[in-house]
């Protein structure tokens, strides 16, 4: 697979922080807040968009009905708490 490259020159900070270009922003579709990781390979650095862990996650519990009513849960949550403690007492 041929590599295409794209260089673009960015100012390190005093902090050693660098702006991540838009163009490259964009391409690699990253977002504020997303995390990413710098990868040294033969001294050149990769960045690569690290996948969110909740993200991952999104739809592997299914709710029993949409929408889901929580403040019957804890409700319910609520009540068998108190029937424990009742339980102990």
Do not use: H, W
């Not at 991540?20 to 990781?37: E, F, H, T, Y």
């Not at 040294?40 to 029993?64: Q, T």
């Amino acid at each position: 697979m041929e590599e295409r490259a794209t260089t673009v020159t960015t100012t390190v900070t005093l902090k050693g922080q660098v702006t991540i270009p838009g163009a490259i922003r964009r391409a690699l579709k990253i977002q504020p807040k997303d995390k990413v990781s710098f990868v040294m390979v033969n001294g050149e650095i990769r960045l690569r968009l690290v996948g969110s862990r909740v993200m991952a996650g999104y739809g592997a519990v299914r709710s029993r009905k949409r929408p889901e009513d929580f403040r019957r849960i804890r409700r319910e949550v609520e009540e068998e708490m108190g029937e424990g403690a009742a339980r102990e007492g």
